[in-house]
């Protein structure tokens, strides 16, 4: 062996036994650089890469976070924008599983603790690690808007100027009620929010509009087409429109439905509503881009169609094959097995 290649061995073996120490000779203060932020390059190399289903990317196991309910695994800064997203746009108050074939449809929990070992976290919670403290904020007030519309016994005053959180007799909700607001002392019906009205029914459809500045006696104000807030007609949650398209869309409830009349869109999905009738020619588009519209929904349910009935004939064919094979499988398991 040359002197050369003697020298190059000694060299390897020297950082070798350096790296194994956990430090580097010639660093000077860095001598002291340990394993744990230091390993060697085979380590590192070995370390299993598990792959997240938003980015596509490969990290270490340190970089990802897991759901518990469905054990879905994510890197931390795709489920962080992800998290951060929903809580802004307020579209739901449950962190639901970012993978929309999730077999077990996970969700979030607020009060999930991190998984031992996850860094990148300075405190045990998950979510509340993730996001800022206003966006935290409101998501806590996305969620405690949530349990008042799904508690029976607790209502939002309607008054646009108090919306507080009225309580209801749980002896009467079955009937329409007397709420009495503690905070700005507003009367109203507990079924329809609308000011208190003994001894007649509930007007289905009728939006209401509420304006600063308003007393007890004067805090409904019915209005008609120009309205700038009315309420959702299957959750009665308050919706103000600005301008734009009049289908619109609650945010809460999912529900389709006419600005001006408050009827429901759901199955109008060519929009016929805006064709005849008093919102004739209201729906805030132009005619051509309604034809172009409709020509899409008819385009793709055509398109369905087509398929199917290509397709019909093979699986005709097909299914025959199918059921052999399954009723072959089911007498294979039921033979018993040679002893």
């Not at 962190?95 to 860094?119: M, T």
């Not at 389709?256 to 060519?270: G, H, M, Q, R, V």
């Amino acid at each position: 062996m040359s002197a050369l290649q003697r020298k190059s061995t000694d060299k390897c073996q020297e950082v070798v036994s350096d790296l194994l120490r956990g430090s580097l000779t010639g660093l000077g203060d860095c001598s002291t650089m340990t394993t744990a932020r230091y390993r060697p390059t085979w380590d590192l190399a070995l370390d299993p890469l598990v792959s997240c289903k938003l980015c596509l990317g490969e990290y270490p196991v340190e970089q990802m976070t897991t759901i518990a309910q469905c054990q879905c695994v994510f890197c931390t800064l795709c489920l962080k924008q992800y998290v951060e997203l929903l809580i802004k746009e307020g579209l739901e108050t449950a962190i639901s599983c970012p993978d929309a074939a999730c077999p077990k449809q996970g969700h979030l929990q607020e009060n999930e603790a991190r998984a031992a070992g996850e860094v990148g976290f300075e405190c045990s919670r998950v979510i509340e690690c993730m996001v800022a403290a206003e966006i935290m904020q409101r998501y806590k007030k996305l969620q405690f808007e949530r349990e008042v519309l799904l508690d029976p016994c607790r209502t939002w005053c309607p008054a646009s100027t108090c919306q507080a959180v009225c309580q209801l007799q749980e002896m009467g909700l079955q009937t329409p009620q007397l709420v009495q607001c503690k905070a700005c002392d507003t009367e109203f019906c507990s079924a329809c929010k609308a000011s208190w009205h003994p001894g007649q029914g509930c007007p289905e459809t009728m939006p209401v509009t509420f304006l600063p500045g308003e007393t007890s006696s004067s805090a409904f104000k019915l209005e008609g087409d120009d309205a700038p807030i009315k309420r959702c007609p299957r959750c009665k949650v308050h919706i103000e429109r600005d301008e734009g398209c009049a289908q619109m869309m609650c945010k809460n409830c999912k529900h389709a439905f006419c600005w001006y009349c408050l009827e429901s869109l759901d199955d109008d999905f060519l929009l016929i509503h805006y064709d005849k009738g008093p919102c004739r020619n209201k729906l805030g588009h132009s005619r051509a881009s309604v034809i172009w519209h409709r020509t899409q929904v008819v385009g793709i349910f055509a398109g369905f169609g087509l398929l199917l009935l290509v397709a019909s004939p093979f699986l005709l064919l097909a299914t025959p094959f199918v059921l052999c094979c399954k009723c072959k499988c089911s007498k294979g398991d039921d033979d018993p097995l040679p002893t």
